[in-house]
């Protein structure tokens, strides 16, 4: 009999099969997209920085920091151990984020990506950089 559950099992295995096709490219690429979605782990620094801040999808921010170190966790793309610079200010309808993952020189602005956020520093600055705007 081919009843709902049937066809549930059926779009399930019709999934797997697809995702089996692109071989292992498939779990590649969602291990670099859990990397984007999220940033999470702890910055080691050789000098005392503090930071409390907190981004709510690039919509608006609260709090303030700046940290130059080595990040250990999930964030900038990578899963892993990364060098990591963010400068932040935020005020929820205007923030101020500037950062930098990798390969990058906190004296030379070109080399991070910057971004206003929130109502007023979207209305006030429209060019972004990077013109996606990640959290």
């Known amino acids: 009999m081919c009843g709902p ?3 549930c099992w059926s779009a399930v295995g019709l999934v797997l099969a697809l995702s089996a096709l692109q071989g292992c490219s498939y779990v590649t690429h969602r291990y670099e997209d859990l990397g984007e979605v999220v940033d999470l782990g702890v910055t080691l620094t050789t000098t005392p920085y503090l930071s ?4 709510f999808a690039s919509v608006g921010s609260a709090g303030a920091g700046r940290v130059d170190g080595t990040f250990v966790g999930i964030g900038g793309s990578q899963i892993g151990m990364t060098r990591h610079y963010h400068r932040k200010a935020g005020l929820v309808l205007w923030s101020y984020e500037e950062f930098g993952w ?5 004296e030379k602005p070109e080399t991070l990506d910057r971004q206003h956020i929130g109502l007023v520093g979207w209305l006030t600055h429209l060019p972004r950089r990077p013109a996606y705007a990640p959290a």
């Open 5 to 7: 559950r049937h066809a």
């Open 52 to 55: 409390v801040y907190g981004c």
């Open 102 to 106: 990798a390969e990058f020189d906190p």
